[in-house]
Each structure stands twice: as structure tokens, then as C-alpha cells.
């Protein structure tokens, strides 16, 4: 089974954000501001890129000059409660300061000292600051800090950042300031893709962060609330990414959203585009961050079982008939969702998808600007490839059965002849891939097994092996027709019934335990059974 890949959002970016004491520039300012003169804002410009250079004696400097600014305006406010002004000028101070503090972005080897000097406390504390801005400046300078940029090459700095920011509740503050937070504010706005840019960070340094902020928080519920907007924009986008992150390798997360209702929100946001394709590429993002966040969900079983009780599977069979972009994206969610499931392989039989997922199996598949890549044509005919293979393992009798091997017989075995050439292209690239492996190994270069095997599966292994466990099902089945067909095309492209016995052969011998050791007995038995057959 595929399992979804994580991508970097470059499409989405945040508007730019103003300090407190310029959030309310008039129009008539902005006009002036646009007739500076042009010399000038090169200078500006020139002065911006200039890099400060930081070290231990400037980091000190720093923070003692934000401690001190800090405990003014905590003086400040508790002397005036009532009386803004008197403590205004302290704010913006300490708006300045945190400004300066983004320089250390710049020696992230610094991280540890930072951390040593007791200043993230203090740093955090701000997230709860009564000025919204002042949360917002430090929200922005926790994303500048933790940057995939800044920290790709100081690994062990970065730990002791994450740790330290962690065990200091960061994430329970950044969620919580979080849901203050309004969209309709372009300051705000800003600072909602600031908090999911730095809990992404912070995944990257740290996976295991993508089930604590779930555990200590609301973000789950949030990214939900975000994905159930029917209108497009940029904030739902990030949400649909950031949610796909937290879902990807955490079987935890995934039972979690479950258990919230969250495999019908998905749905309810996949649904949108049945019968519609997105406006945009960050649309298009969306959509498939949705389907990716789908396949994450139907890991578990019990997700597999909330997906078929919404009528997921019919979803997914209306969207192939549409033929629209997401097309490719439901035979994938169906694919995940029929795997080890019998109950998805049934009702998907029953609301009569056999015919559309053979149109796909015989490449009968709409054509647009995305499913022209040979990469996405690629991986529809695994995902089919798959999908028919989990229908012959949970379909194992009686009348839907009977349908599944009418398919094969229809139309002169032209499924069988479409399965054969996909058997002897797939055969073709494997064999292409052991040689060059051979020939990496006579170079001398080490490669234990496990690893050849794996390099051998992505390479097209895999598909292979479900494509002779679909043959040995079909030989099996004792068709006259259909094994007089078999036979002959194998036959044609000058293999024999021993070149499936080796493929079924080494998938029995590579069978893991992960689901116990009762169902690895079991499938090695039914793909023993298949030997047999065609010995």
C-alpha cells in the first residue's frame, strides 16, 4: 500500500504583517509612502539585506535588553491597568525588541545558549500576551527560528530548540492563541499561517510532535473547522496540508480524527468536487491534500468501516464516473479503503463498480494536463492493480464472486490479455532493476537484502506480485477459457507458468507479520495454494 507522501507547502504564503504602532496607516499616508523616492528604498533595501553577524556576546546583549523591556511593560500594565496610553510606549518597545531577536535565525548554533539563558519561558509567555501583536511578533519569530531553511544543518541545535520549546507548553500556547485568531484580519491572517508554518517545523525536527500537539490540544478540531468552509481559500488550503502531515504516519492520529467524526468531514469536503474541477493549482493542492488526509484515515480498520457506512464508496465511484481531476485521487481512497476490508470489497461490487473500475484497468481514463504525466498513469494502474487484487482476497464466494471472473471471461478475455500485458511490462522493468542492482553489488558497494528487496518493490515488485496473485486466483477459479488464454500469453512472450510460481513463490517467502502471525499464516496458505495450482 502506497503511503502518502508529505509536501512542503511553496504555493502558500502569508501576507506581510505591520508592527502595533503602524496598524492604522491612513490612505492618504500610503499614497504619500508611494511617491518616496526611489533612491531611498534601494537604500532601504540595501540596509535590509545587510546580514548582522551574531555570536555569544551579541546573543547576551539580546536577550538582556528583551528581559529588560519585557518587565517595563510588565510594570507597566500592572501600574495602569486602566489607562493604555501609560503603558503604550512599552509595548512597542517590546514589539522592537522581539524584532531584533529574528537575528538569531542567522546563528542557529546559538539555539543552546538561548535556551541556557532561560529566555524561552519568557518568550512563550508572550503568546498570551493581552496585545494581540505582541502574540503575533513572537508566533512570527518562533517561525523564523525554527525555519526548515535555518535549521536543515544543525541538527542537534534544532533538538534542543524543539525540546526546549516543547517541554515550555509551545504547543498548547500556540493553539490556544490559535483560536483567537480571525482570518478576516490581514495581522491575524498572517499570524494563523505563522502558528501551522512553526507546529510544521517543529514536526520535521520532531515527528513525535505530530501526536502530542493532537494529544495536548484542539488543533485537530480546528483544521476540521477550517476543511468544512465551502469557499476556496488560502487559510483552508494550509489547514488541508497540515492536517495530511499529522495524519501520515501516526495510526494514533488517524483513530483519533476518526473518533471525531472526521473520516465524513473529509468526505463532506472531498464531495465539492464530484462533479467540478478546482479553479487554481492551490486548489488543485487542496483537493489533493483532502485525499491524502482520506488514504491516511483509512489505515485503520475501524476508519474503514466509518468510510463505508457514509457511503465513501459510492462517493468515490460517482467521482471516476464525473471524470473529473480528482478522478485518479478516488480509485487511490478506494483502493486504501478495499484493502484487507471485505465489507468495502462488497458494497463496491454491489453499487456496481466493477464496470467503472475496469474501464480504468483497461485505460479508459478522462485525459487532462495532470493524468497525461506517465508518473500518474503509473500509479492509477497500480492503485487498479491493487483495488482488483483486494476484490478477488475479500470477495471469496458466491454471486459477487461469479461477477468479479465474468469480467475476465467478457469480451473475448480482453481483461485477461490487458492483465498479461501488464504482467510481461512489469516482469520487464523488475528484471531491468536486479541486473543494475547486480551490477551495483560487483562494485562493491553493500546492500544487505532488506534493502534490495525494497529497491526491488518500488521499482514495480510490488505490482507484480498482485498482478500474479490476480492470475493465481483466475487459475484457481479452473475457467477452461481463461487458463487456455493464460497460457497462450505467456506462452507468446516466451514465459511459462514457473516465472509466476517464482514471483508468488518470493512474496509467500516475504510476507511480514505486522497484522500477527495468524494472518501471515493464513495468507501464505492462500498463496501457497496458488503454487500448487500451478505446479
Not at 166 to 185: A, C, M, T
Request: proline share 3%; glycine share 4%.
Amino acid at each position: 500500500m502506497e503511503v502518502v507522501k508529505r509536501k512542503r507547502s511553496d504555493a502558500v504564503s502569508a501576507p506581510p504583517t505591520v508592527a502595533p504602532a503602524l496598524r492604522n496607516v491612513t490612505t492618504s499616508e500610503e499614497n504619500e509612502n508611494s511617491n518616496i523616492d526611489l533612491s531611498l528604498l534601494e537604500a532601504l533595501e540595501k540596509s535590509q539585506s545587510s546580514v548582522e553577524v551574531v555570536d555569544l556576546r551579541s546573543l547576551k546583549k539580546l536577550v538582556l535588553s528583551f528581559e529588560r523591556r519585557l518587565k517595563e511593560n510588565i510594570e507597566a500594565r500592572l501600574k495602569y491597568p486602566e489607562q493604555p496610553d501609560r503603558f503604550a510606549d512599552s509595548e512597542v518597545e517590546l514589539h522592537d525588541e522581539l524584532q531584533k531577536l529574528k537575528v538569531l535565525a542567522g546563528g542557529p548554533e546559538l539555539y543552546p545558549d538561548l535556551v541556557n539563558y532561560n529566555t524561552i519561558p519568557s518568550i512563550l509567555g508572550l503568546l498570551s500576551h493581552d496585545n494581540t501583536d505582541i502574540a503575533i511578533d513572537v508566533v512570527q519569530l518562533l517561525q523564523d527560528l525554527t525555519d526548515e531553511d535555518v535549521l536543515e544543518d544543525n541538527d542537534e541545535p534544532a533538538r534542543v530548540l524543539v525540546d526546549a520549546l516543547i517541554e515550555n507548553n509551545v504547543l498548547e500556547l500556540l493553539v490556544q492563541n490559535l483560536h483567537r485568531l480571525s482570518d478576516s484580519d490581514p495581522d491575524e491572517m498572517a499570524a494563523i499561517y505563522s502558528t501551522l508554518a512553526t507546529i510544521e517545523n517543529l514536526v520535521e525536527v520532531k515527528p513525535a510532535v505530530a501526536e502530542l500537539v493532537c494529544e495536548r490540544t484542539k488543533l485537530l478540531r480546528w483544521l476540521m473547522g477550517k476543511i468544512k468552509v465551502r469557499e476556496f481559500d488560502s487559510i483552508k488550503q494550509y489547514a488541508s496540508e497540515i492536517l495530511a502531515i499529522l495524519l501520515q504516519n501516526s495510526t494514533a492520529n488517524q483513530k483519533r480524527l476518526g473518533q471525531m467524526n472526521g473520516v465524513d468531514v473529509v468526505l463532506q469536503a472531498v464531495a465539492m468536487y464530484k462533479s467540478k474541477d478546482p479553479k487554481s493549482s492551490d486548489e488543485e493542492e487542496l483537493v489533493e491534500n483532502l485525499f491524502d488526509c482520506l488514504c491516511c484515515l483509512l489505515m485503520p480498520l475501524e476508519n474503514k468501516e466509518r468510510f463505508v457506512m457514509a457511503e465513501g464508496v459510492e462517493l468515490m465511484i460517482i467521482i471516476m464516473k464525473q471524470k473529473k481531476l480528482a478522478y485518479g485521487s478516488a480509485i487511490r481512497a478506494l483502493d486504501f479503503s478495499m484493502t484487507k476490508y471485505p465489507p468495502a470489497c462488497e458494497r463496491f461490487v454491489d453499487v456496481l463498480g466493477l464496470k467503472t473500475a475496469f474501464a480504468a484497468f483497461m485505460g479508459k481514463i478522462p485525459i487532462s494536463k495532470k493524468n497525461k504525466k506517465e508518473r500518474y498513469q503509473e500509479e492509477l494502474e497500480e492503485h487498479v492493480v491493487s483495488l482488483i487484487s483486494s476484490l478477488f482476497g475479500g470477495i471469496l464466494r458466491g454471486s459477487r464472486r461469479e461477477r468479479l471472473f465474468s469480467k475476465f471471461v467478457e469480451n473475448e478475455c480482453e481483461k485477461i490479455d490487458r492483465l498479461m500485458e501488464l504482467y510481461t511490462r512489469y516482469s520487464d522493468r523488475v528484471k531491468a532493476e536486479t541486473q543494475r542492482l547486480n551490477e551495483i553489488e560487483l562494485d562493491d558497494l553493500e546492500m544487505d537484502e532488506e534493502e534490495r528487496y525494497n529497491r526491488r518493490l518500488e521499482s514495480g515488485l510490488y505490482t507484480l506480485q498482485l498482478i500474479a496473485v490476480i492470475l493465481g486466483h483466475i487459475w484457481c477459479s479452473e475457467h477452461p477459457q481463461m487458463r487456455a488464454r493464460i497460457e497462450l500469453l505467456l506462452k507468446q512472450q516466451k514465459l511459462s507458468k514457473e516465472d509466476v510460481k517464482d514471483i508468488l513463490q518470493e512474496y509467500h517467502d516475504n510476507i511480514g507479520d505486522l497484522d500477527g502471525p495468524e494472518e501471515k499464516e493464513r495468507a501464505q496458505t492462500r498463496i501457497q495454494k496458488f503454487i500448487t495450482a500451478f505446479s
